[in-house]
């Protein structure tokens, strides 16, 4: 959910003439009934746990439209990436992190609200009947193409600092005891911060928002960059958006240690 101009009264979404319903992506919404015609696919979490308003799953954006907007939520969202990254050259990181054959299956997509990327956004398209053996293109495609969640992939420097929301009501820095800087020598190189959700650990920082957070450090070689990158994306995969502890995948470690020697050997094929 986002925040939207107050002064608009229209959802911003295409309308089907026929039937007088606003197409959202994921679901249908009825203007004159003020809601959706299907159930909201994102799983009941805890964030609206404490928000009862986005408890009706029928509900459209809290019953406040002149405040808020709902996006296709079917994204994979490019981010400040450092500065003067632009968002193409961001995703071509990430893209030297799969095989050469299958980079064109990987496109930067500029949302206009109607082609499933929020208006404004920039997102990355994977083709969802690409078919490939590799394990870093596939969790790529399955974040991507995931309806019902978002992932924004930011990179930070070392004076950016990193926003969290923890239960304990804390810091991230004094939480984790350093400082939030993001390079090699700290050995703070990325970080997945999924939203709120399933069994709540007081200790483990959560995205400030309903978004999940793949965030990286710049200020690093290429090769830490690009590696890093799908090391975090595998999180994000192995996790499933954080409805899944990485306990209850023992071979997690290995799974992101494989991640990133895949992105390291994928990068040297131009």
Same mark, same amino acid.
């Given at each position: 959910?986002?925040?939207?101009?107050?002064?608009?009264?229209?959802?911003?979404?295409?309308?089907?003439?026929?039937? +007088?319903?606003?197409?959202? +992506?994921?679901?249908?919404?009825?203007?004159?009934? @003020?809601?959706?015609?299907?159930? /909201?696919?994102?799983?009941?979490?805890?964030?609206?746990?404490?928000?009862?308003?986005?408890?009706?799953?029928?509900?459209?954006?809290?019953?406040?439209?002149?405040?808020?907007?709902?996006?296709?939520?079917?994204?994979?969202? %490019?981010?400040?990436?450092?500065?003067?990254?632009?968002?193409?050259?961001?995703? /071509?990181?990430?893209?030297?992190?799969?095989?050469?054959?299958?980079?064109?299956?990987?496109?930067?997509?500029?949302?206009? @609200?109607?082609?499933?990327?929020?208006?404004?956004?920039?997102?990355?398209?994977?083709?969802?009947?690409?078919?490939?053996?590799? /394990?870093?293109?596939?969790?790529?495609?399955?974040?991507?193409?995931?309806?019902?969640?978002?992932?924004?992939?930011? +990179?930070? @420097?070392?004076?950016?600092?990193?926003?969290?929301?923890?239960?304990?009501?804390?810091?991230?820095?004094?939480?984790?005891?350093?400082?939030?800087?993001?390079?090699?020598?700290?050995?703070?190189?990325?970080? *997945?911060?999924?939203?709120?959700?399933?069994?709540?650990?007081?200790?483990?920082?959560?995205?400030?928002?309903?978004?999940?957070?793949?965030?990286?450090? *710049? +200020?690093?070689?290429?090769? /830490?960059? %690009?590696?890093?990158?799908?090391?975090? &994306?595998?999180?994000?995969? &192995?996790?499933?958006?954080?409805?899944?502890?990485?306990?209850?995948?023992?071979?997690? @470690?290995?799974?992101?240690?494989?991640?990133?020697?895949?992105?390291?050997?994928?990068?040297?094929?131009?």
């Amino acid at each position: 959910m986002q925040y939207r101009n107050c002064g608009s009264r229209s959802s911003g979404k295409e309308r089907d003439t026929e039937t +007088g319903l606003d197409y959202f +992506g994921a679901r249908y919404y009825g203007s004159n009934m @003020g809601r959706f015609t299907s159930v /909201d696919p994102i799983w009941v979490k805890g964030d609206r746990v404490v928000d009862p308003q986005r408890l009706n799953l029928y509900a459209y954006v809290r019953n406040n439209p002149l405040l808020f907007i709902d996006p296709s939520g079917m994204e994979l969202q %490019i981010g400040n990436c450092g500065s003067g990254v632009p968002p193409a050259a961001c995703l /071509d990181m990430a893209k030297q992190g799969l095989k050469k054959e299958d980079r064109d299956s990987v496109t930067l997509i500029k949302g206009d @609200g109607k082609n499933g990327c929020s208006k404004g956004a920039y997102c990355v398209g994977v083709d969802a009947n690409h078919k490939s053996d590799s /394990d870093n293109f596939k969790a790529l495609q399955y974040v991507a193409n995931k309806k019902g969640d978002i992932a924004v992939l930011e +990179g930070k @420097g070392s004076s950016d600092k990193v926003s969290s929301f923890a239960f304990i009501g804390i810091s991230f820095k004094a939480q984790f005891n350093y400082e939030p800087t993001m390079n090699k020598d700290t050995g703070f190189m990325g970080l *997945t911060l999924n939203p709120v959700g399933g069994p709540i650990d007081p200790l483990v920082p959560y995205s400030p928002d309903s978004n999940t957070h793949v965030v990286f450090a *710049t +200020g690093m070689s290429m090769e /830490d960059i %690009i590696s890093t990158i799908h090391h975090e &994306l595998r999180h994000v995969f &192995l996790g499933d958006f954080g409805r899944l502890q990485r306990g209850e995948h023992p071979a997690s @470690g290995q799974q992101n240690k494989a991640a990133q020697d895949e992105a390291i050997e994928n990068m040297k094929e131009k």
